[in-house]
């Protein structure tokens, strides 16, 4: 007799399933019946998965790694081209919207929210204040420690701001369905997940 194994379906409310599959786990917009997960069952020896590829077949660029980084690179260039005129870069932008969202209140915060080095954020924070568009507040408990403050310029600007970083959301979305959206969010949080 064959080794039986567990498959689990999960629904969502707008009719993503996912199915984990011996420690796998599978993404679409139909749902799972009996009759359509044998055939996925009986299709599951064709799927290969990335960490099973060898270092010689595995090529950098057909990875998911790959095209991920290939969007951060456009998605910044984007974004940077469109804050030219307000003289800030996507990083910088995303330094005060922590500030003006409450997300971060210190260095130390922005640093874990955006994925910087101490030594990067100290140089975007030092042109930030330089700018006009935040403060830096002493803890008046604590004398080494320091908060940061949007100033009435900061909040302005990312109220202008919001409008166009939006747009560049929209267009690098163009032609995906809301739940096209929410499964690469849903994809992309596993990855978090598994790195994290």
Known sequence: MGKTTKRKTLRFSNDVHIVAFNGRYFFGRNPVDNSSALQFEAALPDCELAHRQGT?????????????????????????????????????????????????????ELYRILLSDSGAMTRQLDFLERRGFLRRVRNELDRRSVYLVLTDSGRTTICETVPLIVETNDRQLRGFTQDEVETLKLCMDRMIANLG
Do not use: H
Not at 79 to 89: M, N, P, Q, R
Not at 92 to 101: R, S, Y
């Open 56 to 108: 010689n077949t595995y090529r950098s660029e057909e990875s998911v790694a790959y095209r991920m980084n290939q969007v951060r690179i456009l998605l910044c260039d984007a974004v940077d081209a469109k804050l030219s005129a307000y003289g800030l870069s996507a990083l910088q932008w995303g330094v005060l919207k922590a500030l003006f969202d409450g997300r971060a209140r210190t260095p130390s």
